[in-house]
């Protein structure tokens, strides 16, 4: 299975691309994650991905495709796998294309999660993630069993640092002007699958399931 999550920050990629990969035992490619990672390990991409990363915007394209491609050669990816956060932009798109028809594959399906702006800013803000593992948590809809500390890990949550109202608004922006086109980019080529992501995270995950096997 080879999928793509699309939808405004916030909207639920990251958790529900964690049950998705399990499910289909496919790697959860996320190209936010692998920036943070950089970040936290002080590479030269991290320090460049940051400085975009914090005012909400993104990062260029040349320093997003090659990353991509050089992750989906890896071996683990050769029965499927699951992107998280790129495209973002026509020309990623694109370039994305050309990659998979190098590879001669295709992307089944593009899972397009919508929710509502004023929704998604109570989710990003009250979002917490752990600094150890990564793991995402929400301060009133998915709260961790001991406030602070991951459940997974017992490492301490943060908050991101895009995470703040100011930049979660500026990041749904660049959002509507930059990614929105790639729902009818993807519809073009009849594999967008749109989902209500304003239901329950477990009730969202069914939905996905079902239209995957529609
Ligand atoms: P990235 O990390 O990809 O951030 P994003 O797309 O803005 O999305 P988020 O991770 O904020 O949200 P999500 O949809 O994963 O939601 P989550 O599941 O966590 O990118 C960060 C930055 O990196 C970009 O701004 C850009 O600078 C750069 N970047 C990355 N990729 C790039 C690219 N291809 N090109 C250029 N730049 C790039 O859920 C959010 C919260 O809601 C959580 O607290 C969660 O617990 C809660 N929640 C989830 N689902 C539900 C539900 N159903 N009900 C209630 N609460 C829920
Ligand atoms: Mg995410
Ligand atoms: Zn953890």
Sequence with gaps: MRLMLLGPPGAGKGTQAESISKQFNI????????????????TE???K??????????????LVVDLVKDRLSQEDCQ????????????????ALDRELNNMGINL???????????ILIERAVGRRVCKQCGAAYHIKFNPPKAEGICDKCGGE??????????????????????????????SR?????????TQEIKTVFNSILEGLRG
């Design 27 to 42: 790697p959860h490619i996320s190209t936010g994650d692998i920036f943070r990672q950089n970040i936290k390990n002080g």
């Design 45 to 47: 991409l991290g320090h």
């Design 49 to 62: 991905a940051q400085e975009f990363m914090n005012k909400g915007l993104l990062v260029p394209d040349e």
């Design 79 to 94: 029965n499927g796998f699951l992107i998280d956060g790129f495209p973002r932009t026509i020309p990623q798109a694109d």
């Design 108 to 118: 089944d399906r593009v899972i397009n999660i919508q929710v509502d702006r004023e």
């Design 157 to 186: 949550l943060e908050q991101r640092k895009d995470d703040l109202e100011a930049t979660v608004a500026k990041r749904i922006e660049v959002y509507l002007e930059q990614t929105e086109p790639l729902i009818a980019y993807y």
């Design 189 to 197: 080529k009849g594999i967008i699958q749109n989902i209500d992501g």
